[in-house]
């Protein structure tokens, strides 16, 4: 489309700093016919204190009217531990049927991770979204008291099994290595392993030039940082995804460069795109987060938007501006934000 | 006591060549006067697929007469995946109520790590061993069909909580850096994740020494290979255990290496002792397994039976053993035990 029209939700923290080096990059990238409006929105702890406010059906409906949304971080020490995060995050992702949480993990040349030996990195998980131990069933019984019982459910539905399952098997297809893992704990978790495992199993006929392989999620950890190389596309649960795909951020560069889509793959909502990394309350305001991952965010929005070449040209602009970092004076984000975007405009 | 009445259950796959060598550690190091009578228990694969068993009451009753269990590896390929490890090893874990799951890692001078910069290692993980969503509760509906709904519930009690998180502070207290980590969720999993915090919060007023931290489990993937040496003792719900645990023993050395308790503290049921590894099939009968995990296993038996100097002799032993093996040929699983019950019995 030659239009974009784009929620920008800078968030809590150092999410403000992020999103601006963003939308710099961004710009940079449009072609000059593109027409770009941004519309930002005040989400947080600041709106909560002020309102008592995470996310208001009107809230939803002004972004529905966006083509994607653009997030910073979202979360703040004064605000008690879940209430932006089921309240906001969760609610925006369920509302907007965000079923596809992508999380590519790329090491790439220049860029040090924890492991020894250089290891290959380049895969992408694809963590359902909408479903499992995050969906807020349970309760709790006896507040408080000696005798408290508090439950968490996991619901998982063929549904939303399959659709999550056939976006990965999609995606595999279409890499040159054609490789997909499901990731499960299918001998303790019975009931939702076997759904998982019998969907993989059912899609997986439909694609015979898949390879396919079954791992139990603490296997899979094991795996990230003894064979990373092992991977190509994961396909797993949202908490087994939440989980790994910090892991395989901080083998892969850390969360100063790891990126995802919260995606709608039909359209019907806008997708959101987001860095992995919270909102650094520590060191915000003093210009020194790494927009990196913002940036490497945007260019997944503008993939997901059919913007193949200029998502392209922004992983390219900050491959270089990373493999330029070794042995350089760090830089402030603005000067990051800066520099890929003179790279991008090339 | 001068007596111990160990039931041996080697299992599948390498199961049996550890656990041998694991029993004459066990002899060597025991002085003359503790007399040790061993019974094995033909678990496992074999006996499921003799007569469809897995454990059953007469079982119980017997190994409830033990002073303690030593296990090797339970599981096979030749049986579904849930079914030995629900219907042995987590039923085994449940009936006895051991509700302690201990898992020390310790990165030991000469072990190779997937991790750069020699980290200094040594932390024990307290898991919880019989709750949160490892208790079979949940179910599927409409199996099989396109309108499948599986679940799986996390149950967690204050009585449950509160006695692993007791457990865990005595143990951070008796260390010389008085630190504990809770890992858990709370800002998803907000019902059981305020009961483990509350709960977690209102023992640490009773130690003021101990220093503690709340991380989230994603959070702590991260810290376990950027920074490894933050931890002293960790306590963690069923699930996230199992989880860090398996990437805790990836980095301090891997599985080869990694000894677990399930633990009944209060002496009611004997409790287990096992290596974190599993059967692994590919490798039996080959004389190729590391016996370490095992040797290791049966150190942490021995000082949960009152037996520390006999312990400590062990861990010493490996410790020397594995600082040997440096640039010399690999042994074979014999080799390995002959040396150390030499060491031990030195
Ligand atoms: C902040 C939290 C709700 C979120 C999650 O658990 O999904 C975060 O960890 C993430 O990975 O995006
Ligand atoms: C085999 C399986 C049931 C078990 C678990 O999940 O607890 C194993 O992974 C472990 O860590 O002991």
Known sequence: SRSINLAVIPGDG????????????????????????????????????ATGETLTDADLDALKKHDAILLGAIGDPSVPSGVLERGFLLKLRFAFDHHVNLRPSKLLPGVDTPL???????????????????????????????????????????????????????????????????????????????LWTNIFNKVAAEYPEVTTEYMHVDAATIYLVTQPERFDV??????????????????????????????????????????????????????????????????????????????????EAVAADLAERVGNPARSTSEIGDALAVRVAG
Chains 1, 2 share one sequence.
């Not at 700093?17 to 989400?43: H, I, M, R």
């Not at 910090?246 to 560069?253: P, T």
């Open 234 to 315: 994961i396909v797993t649960d949202n908490l087994f995804g939440d989980i790994i795909t910090d892991l395989a951020a901080a083998v892969s560069g850390g969360i100063g460069v790891a990126a995802s889509g919260n995606i709608n793959p039909s359209g019907e909502f806008p997708s959101m795109f987001e860095p992995v990394h919270g909102s650094a309350p520590d060191i915000a305001g003093q210009a020194k987060a790494d927009p990196t991952a913002t940036v490497l965010s945007v260019a997944l929005l503008l993939r997901h938007l059919g913007h193949e070449a200029e998502a392209t040209r922004i992983e």
């Open 116 to 194: 020894k030996g250089e290891p290959s990195i380049d895969f992408v998980v694809v963590r359902e979204g909408t479903e499992g131990p995050y969906t807020g069933n349970g309760g709790t019984i006896r507040k408080g008291t000696e005798h408290e019982v508090a439950t968490e459910v996991s619901v998982n539905t063929a549904f939303g099994v399959e659709r999550v399952v056939r976006d990965a098997f999609a995606r595999a297809q279409a890499r040159p290595r054609k490789k997909l893992a499901l990731i499960h704990k299918n001998n303790v978790l019975t009931f939702a392993g076997h």
């Open 14 to 49: 150092i999410g403000q700093e992020v999103v601006t080096e963003g939308l710099k990059v961004l710009s940079a990238a449009l072609p000059q016919d593109v027409k770009l409006e941004t519309k930002e929105y005040d989400f947080g702890a600041r709106r909560y204190h």
